[in-house]
């Protein structure tokens, strides 16, 4: 579905069936207008699924928003739940799956943060620069 609809078009789908299978409130919203190259993508649609489904399995959330973006020089994905969220200091920000999701995104040469507080949700952003043709600075 990636290669055929691109991110925002495999994110849509994505985000329809966790509406359908989980019964939660699922927003894709798409910013910017540059182009997001091939690698990327598919690095940022892994990390938006294991965000999605740690929404889904450990936050128990009612709600979650996905927003990616492209600038000329940039590109970015984020994912915010409304879940219980968690204490980053007690490891869970390195648990979960978010070690892997870091090391994806310091290959290409970006970077992935959390944010959360215990009862306020979760936020899990990956940004990358792109040098002048379209790839990542790392």
Do not use: C, Y
């Amino acid at each position: 579905m990636l290669e055929q609809e691109g991110l925002v078009g495999a994110l849509r789908h994505r985000l329809e069936a966790v509406e359908q299978r989980a019964g939660i409130q699922a927003r894709l919203i798409d910013e910017g207008d540059g182009a997001i190259p091939a690698a990327a993508q598919n690095e940022l649609f892994l990390i938006a699924q294991e965000a999605l489904n740690n929404s889904l399995k450990h936050a128990a959330a009612s709600a979650v928003t996905v927003t990616v973006g492209a600038a000329p020089d940039s590109v970015w994905l984020e994912v915010r739940d409304n879940g219980r969220g968690f204490a980053l200091d007690n490891g869970q920000a390195n648990g979960l799956g978010l070690n892997s999701l870091r090391e994806r995104m310091a290959k290409l040469g970006g970077r992935l943060s959390i944010e959360s507080a215990p009862g306020g949700g979760a936020v899990v952003r990956a940004q990358l620069a792109l040098d002048g043709n379209g790839r990542g600075d790392g």
